[in-house]
Nanobody, 114 residues
Framework: VQLVESGGGLVQPGGSLRLSCAASGFTFSSYHMSWFRQAPGRERELVAPITNAGGGTNYADSVKGRFTISRDNAKKTVYLQMNSLKPEDTAVYYC????????WGQGTQVTVSS
C-alpha cells in the first residue's frame, strides 16, 4: 500500500499550489480520502475530506473558499487545489485514506513566504 504526495514547495503569499496524492495497493474507490496538515509545534489538523465517490466534501474554516479537494477514481488520485495561500498555511500536508483500514502518506512540505 502506498500514498505518495507531490506538488508541495515554496510559494509567495497569494499564490497557488496543487497537491496530488497517488494511491496504490488498495481499492481506492472504496475509501474516503482526506488531506491533513501539521505545522511546526502544532497538532495535525484535518484540512478537507472527500467521500469515496466524491459527492461529499468539507473544509476547515481556515481554508474554506480558498482550497478545493477533488478525486479521480480512475487515476486513483486525490487532489488539493490551494489558492490565495497565506503564511499560516505553511505545514507538511498529508494524504489519509479511511476504509476497511487506514493509511497515511509520507507528507509534502508547503511553505508560504515572501
Amino acid at each position: 500500500v502506498q500514498l505518495v504526495e507531490s506538488g508541495g514547495g515554496l510559494v509567495q503569499p497569494g499564490g497557488s499550489l496543487r497537491l496530488s496524492c497517488a494511491a496504490s495497493g488498495f481499492t481506492f474507490s472504496s475509501y474516503h480520502m482526506s488531506w491533513f496538515r501539521q505545522a511546526p509545534g502544532r497538532e495535525r489538523e484535518l484540512v478537507a475530506p472527500i467521500t469515496n465517490a466524491g459527492g461529499g466534501t468539507n473544509y476547515a474554516d481556515s481554508v474554506k473558499g480558498r482550497f478545493t479537494i477533488s478525486r479521480d477514481n480512475a487515476k486513483k488520485t486525490v487532489y488539493l487545489q490551494m489558492n490565495s495561500l497565506k503564511p499560516e498555511d505553511t505545514a507538511v500536508y498529508y494524504c489519509y485514506a479511511r476504509g476497511l483500514r487506514e493509511y497515511w502518506g509520507q507528507g509534502t512540505q508547503v511553505t508560504v513566504s515572501s
